[in-house]
């Protein structure tokens, strides 16, 4: 079966296929580093890891951009009111971004540009639509798009522009879904901006958000590219003045899929401090859930379904991840040094179907849960166990929730294994029995198999 996405510019699954095979190019909107991110971005980034996992699953050489937004209204807000320098809050927000990407096991994008870092590729897309008339400077310095010189403008999101009240400029980098208007590209500076400022040919000031954006993907991707994500929120006005920008100035298309994900409820209701459902992901490690179980409860739900976000749902993922842990350990246990099996091809096949089908990932969750009830009712071979376990194993290249360790005993208690083995074999069971004990203390169980005594790591540890 062939992979298929829902794309939101044609509104309807298609199937993908890239521009230049084996090659992906994804660019994926990254954060605004000016406070922690919380739980609702991180269903973005998620959501974007298991796309990039499962087309490196599937042989494509995902190229994986993702911008950092480090000059924006509220960074500048923010360091108005921290006093802050902009460079020392926005590293400080960035490595922090960073270390939650690990702690949720989400790949790194490979590259990560930083806006402040892009500004003569900024200067440069600018300019050329200021050539294009595209866009004009305003009395201030400050350069606005024209949006009624691209009529293609709400392709993206299906809004027809003379539909739209148009309401003039808008100085802000976001503004109301209803109305339409010609946005900033260019914001000249002004004295609330404080340091926060570059040179340009139209003077002092900084770029907007939109043109970041397109400026950025485009330096890494290339002016067509294939794959472009967002959460839902970010269709308009932001990805779609990013496609008028981009295509007023080159001429192309800019983007062959877009995809989004929907919002993410918590407890029922919007999140927000006021109502205190608001969640970084610091807030659930410190009530004592990992990373993995936050992974598992963000992932589990199909990404164009909005997702309410409980307490029952990170039980569930504790739950879940167990039986995945319990399922996985006795699979190694069963295999031994057994390391080749048959794969379980209707296993791997049930579960490519479910992703491939605009990536369908609780039906292949449930596939893989339904193979652990049905495979725990019978007795499973050696090669069989490794078999299952190879496919797990590049399953888990997508789901991202880790393998158990093989537990290897190391060489004190082996040696114990042994001593208990000699006071058995001298049928000195009490100097057995001590043994045993020995070696539970130091967090190890001695299981007798007709095959010789089994060492594994005591459960809980
Ligand atoms: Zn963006």
Sequence with gaps: ??????????????????????????????????????????????????????????????????NITDVEDKIIRAVRETGKRREELTEFYTAEFLRDLDTLRIRRAHVMPRATESIPAIIELIARLIEKGHAYVSEDGSVYYSIRTFPEYGKLSHFKLDELRSTGRVQHDEYTRESVADFALWKAWDEADGEVRWASPW?????????????????????????????????????EDEIAQSEAATGKPFVRYWLHNAHLLVDGRKMSKSAGNFYTLRDLLAKGWSGREVRYALICAHYREPLNFMLDGLHAARAALQRWDEFLTKLQDTAGDCTDGPLPVGLVQAFEAALDDDLNIS???????EHIRETNKRSVTAPEAAGMLAAWQRFDEVLGFGMPERA??????????????????????????????????????????????????AAGR
Aim: charged content about 20%.
């Design 1 to 66: 079966m062939a992979l298929e996405f829902f794309n939101t510019l044609t509104r309807r699954k298609e199937e993908f296929v890239p521009l230049n095979p084996p090659h992906v190019g994804l660019y994926t909107c990254g954060p605004t580093v000016y406070n922690y991110a919380h739980i609702g971005n991180f269903r973005a980034f998620v959501f974007e890891d298991l796309l990039r996992r499962y087309l490196e699953y599937k042989g494509y050489q995902v190229r994986h951009v993702m």
């Design 203 to 239: 003077g002092l000031g900084r770029p907007g958000w939109h043109i970041e954006c397109s400026a950025m993907s485009m330096q890494h991707l290339g002016e067509t590219f294939d794959i472009h994500c967002g959460g839902e929120d970010l269709i308009f006005p932001h990805h």
């Design 363 to 369: 039906a292949a969750l449930g596939v893989l849960f």
């Design 408 to 457: 290897e005993a190391p060489a004190d208690v082996l040696a114990l294994v042994e001593q208990r083995q000699a006071a058995r074999r001298a049928r000195d069971f009490a100097r057995a029995d001590q043994l045993r004990a020995q070696l539970l203390q130091m967090g190890w169980v001695v299981e007798d198999t007709p095959q010789g005594p089994r060492v594994k790591r």
